[in-house]
């Protein structure tokens, strides 16, 4: 996945720019599936609420909230926006080491409709359709997961599919687009243990 666009394969205008980078606030990872220690985590917050979202230190980035990653349609108006991103794999490609990642996830405005269609920007792209989940966050909030898979395009850099997903919870809501299919890249497994780390309260 490029950053400009964001994903080449999903054929959609994305600016990621990184203006400021945030101190990051370090916790425990939820969600190990073993006894191992579980890695450090990094947090992505919602000003706004104070909702907070964890992603796993060790393959994360997490940028300030001056940084935004967006989707047009083709009159150049962004249609789904996330600003503070965290983001996946910077730089994994070898050949765009400076313009590429494997996925970014953080708060949005936007429905999960708007997030398609401007992943497809009006393309055609086939998609398996969305899927959804009644779920419990980590402070026990009832929310709706939904998610869809699109697929990859050829060129460099370009990942063999794509999912985007997104976790809402009455008017907040976190959006998490990545490569999929590929080596290094996150399963809808991890995808779904990333978005189920929401915390609406200001509890730790």
């Known amino acids: 996945m490029t950053r400009t666009p964001v994903a080449l ?3 959609a205008a994305a600016v990621l720019a990184v ?3 945030a101190a990051l606030t370090v916790t425990t990872y939820v969600g190990a599936e073993d006894d191992a220690p579980a890695p450090e985590a990094l947090v992505v917050a919602d000003p706004g ?3 907070r979202l964890e992603v796993p230190g060790e393959t994360w980035e997490v940028r300030g909230q001056r940084s935004r990653i967006y989707y047009e349609d083709d009159r ?3 249609i789904a926006v996330v600003t503070g991103p965290a983001v996946f794999r910077d730089g994994y490609c070898a050949e765009q ?3 590429s990642n494997r ?3 953080g708060f949005t405005e936007q429905t999960f409709a708007a997030w398609l269609e401007g ?3 009006g393309r055609g792209a086939w998609t398996t359709g969305e899927s959804r989940e009644e779920v419990e966050l980590a402070d026990g909030t009832r929310a709706t997961l939904r998610w869809a898979g699109l697929m990859g395009d050829e060129g460099t850099c370009a990942a063999t599919g794509i999912e985007v997903a997104m976790v809402q919870a009455g008017d907040v809501r976190v959006v998490l687009v990545a490569d999929s299919g590929d080596e290094d890249t996150l399963t809808h497994d991890g995808v779904r243990r990333i978005l189920l780390t929401l915390r609406l309260d200001r509890r730790p």
Do not use: E, I
């Open 9 to 11: 394969a999903l054929g």
């Open 19 to 21: 203006l400021v980078t």
């Open 49 to 51: 609420t104070g909702a």
């Open 76 to 78: 150049g108006r962004p």
């Open 97 to 99: 080491p400076g313009d």
């Open 103 to 105: 996925g970014f996830a």
């Open 119 to 121: 992943l497809t920007a």
